[in-house]
């Protein structure tokens, strides 16, 4: 397990490994959306927690087809899935590699972002542990939309359009504990529900992704 | 016959429009898929037939 | 007997080129004249005026696209757990009759609230869920359409109507939670006091009737044109090897 997660790291690490793209991605969007919304007032500060959730959403969404599709092109997956290894796990070590070049980099980057948004001081806290308690779910969902997809060819746009509408519990509350804690309201409420969702997808989805990756392997 | 429907004609009659529409377009859908379909089924079996005969 | 013989294609072909013409005759009968009650005999209500008539569409279609989703959910587990083609090809072929019916809500329910809330579309809890639903629909269908395996994609298909189930559920609640929106209550429950007056109910229910109908004459035909485009396949395939 350990050495599939490190291969896994490593490769995403590799020229081309699509590591720096996600967080490039954030950055211009925390650039872009400013320049289209216009700096008057405070519509900036009212929106950032939505624009960062989105974003950080659509960053991960950019590198999901890398989980199983280089590995189901030159065999390696056949492979994994006859090891002694359950496949399940290898899903859950797939997608805490993906998680850990994505997410880990996008809640650490997030903070800098939000002071270009002029998210309120007190929001600050609260994106960083919202953004680490959700990003999770967005990985091992999105595994399980890529299991989905490993077998068509040119699936990207596919997995977008399946993976998206599943990206809205956590989207919803997520954005909702910052925009909560922004305006120093209480946010217990969807943190819990954002961290529920996270431990459940967590638990859950590998078993669907490994079944959905038997299927297109057969 | 036609009913008073008032300041709201244009939202109810659209709305009936656009219904009707869709359930036609769909129903139409279905039945020239499965009428061609039937049809070429038809015709490879023929064809099977004679060919194995 | 037992009900797993009309899993045979054969045998389903049989029953239901008996009772298709049946359910089309009644489903044309409900609706033509459940629409006609409801357009032209049926008053304005005193609140909305003649914007009332357009729950005769909208609350059947939205019922049957929820509930054309629970048909897809069982025929999914069913496919899943006893192998049975007609299962998996019935979920294909109810998808996009849920798709229509959940665009014809949406189209009818801005068409009414254009008027009633000002707006064509608000993000209220039931429009946001529904607009999700569209999306589930969409990315069931596009899936279908993908793979190129029927076997393949009525596994995978199936796999995504269960988690999608779980999720649909989800955004519900999220959305609920998100906003708590303008719609009134249920206008069907059981409870009489919130029910909608009586000239207004029963043309409402032979509507309701109509598109359940509906749905259940295109599901077979649709059904019945899947199974005919596999055997189709299947020839083809054979003849391409001989």
Not at chain 1, 160 to 183: H, M
Not at chain 3, 52 to 62: C, E, N, Q, R, T
Not at chain 3, 131 to 151: C, H, K, M, R, S
Not at chain 3, 206 to 231: Q, S, Y
Request: hydrophobic share 60%; glycine share 8%.
């Amino acid at each position: 397990m350990g050495a599939l997660l490190s291969r896994d790291l490593r490769l995403a690490m590799r020229a081309g490994g699509g590591f720096g793209l996600g967080l490039a991605f954030f950055l211009l969007l925390a650039v872009l959306v400013p320049l289209g919304v216009g700096p008057e007032g405070g519509t900036l500060g009212r929106i950032a927690p939505g624009i960062l959730w989105v974003g950080a959403l659509l960053a991960c969404l950019l590198s999901l087809d890398r989980i199983f599709a280089l590995d189901f092109e030159d065999g390696s997956l056949d492979l994994l899935a006859t090891s002694p290894m359950p496949l399940e796990a290898v899903v859950a070590v797939k997608a805490l590699a993906h998680w850990m070049v994505t997410g880990v980099p996008l809640t650490l980057v997030a903070p800098v972002l939000g002071v270009l948004l002029n998210l309120p001081v007190e929001g600050y806290g609260w994106l960083v542990l919202s953004l680490a308690l959700g990003t999770p779910a967005l990985s091992v969902i999105g595994a399980f939309g890529a299991a989905l997809v490993v077998g068509v060819k040119r699936g990207g746009l596919l997995l977008s359009l399946l993976v998206l509408p599943l990206y809205v519990p956590t989207l919803i509350f997520g954005a909702e504990v910052v925009k909560r804690g922004a305006a120093g309201l209480e946010v217990a409420v969807p943190l819990l529900l954002l961290a529920g969702i996270t431990l459940a997808a967590g638990a859950l989805l590998p078993f669907a992704a490994a079944a959905a990756i038997r299927i297109n392997l057969r | 016959m036609m009913p008073d429907l008032g300041k709201y004609a244009f939202a109810v009659l659209s709305s009936y429009a656009a219904s009707l529409l869709l359930l036609v377009a769909l129903v139409g859908w279905t039945m020239w898929r499965g009428a061609r379909v039937k049809a070429q089924l038809r015709e490879v079996e023929a064809r099977q037939e004679r060919e194995n005969g | 007997m037992s009900i797993w013989e009309y899993a045979n294609p054969k045998r389903f072909m049989q029953t239901s080129a008996w009772v298709l013409p049946w359910v089309a005759v009644l489903a044309l009968a409900c609706l033509v004249a459940g629409l006609i009650w409801g357009f032209f005999f049926t008053p304005d209500d005193f609140r909305q005026g003649s914007t009332v008539k357009i729950i005769y569409l909208h609350v059947p279609s939205a019922m049957m696209a929820i509930n054309a989703w629970v048909m897809m959910l069982v025929t999914s587990l069913i496919w899943l757990v006893r192998r049975h083609h007609v299962s998996a090809l019935a979920a294909k072929a109810a998808a996009p009759i849920g798709l229509t019916f959940t665009v014809i809500a949406l189209v009818t329910g801005a068409f009414w609230g254009q008027p009633m809330w000002g707006t064509w579309w608000a993000w209220d809890p039931r429009l946001t869920s529904f607009l999700i639903l569209t999306l589930f629909y969409l990315g069931y269908i596009a899936l279908w359409q993908a793979v190129e395996n029927p076997d393949t994609a009525a596994d995978l298909t199936a796999v995504l109507c269960l988690v999608g189930s779980v999720f649909a559920l989800l955004s519900r609640y999220a959305v609920l939670f998100w906003n708590q929106g303008l719609h009134q209550g249920a206008s069907l429950s059981l409870d009489k006091e919130e029910n909608v007056a009586d000239v207004f109910w029963l043309p409402l229910l032979v509507c309701i009737a109509g598109f359940v109908l509906l749905f259940v004459a295109l599901v077979l035909m649709r059904t019945r044109t899947e199974i005919r485009a596999r055997r189709l396949q299947a020839l083809l395939a054979r003849e391409r090897l001989a």
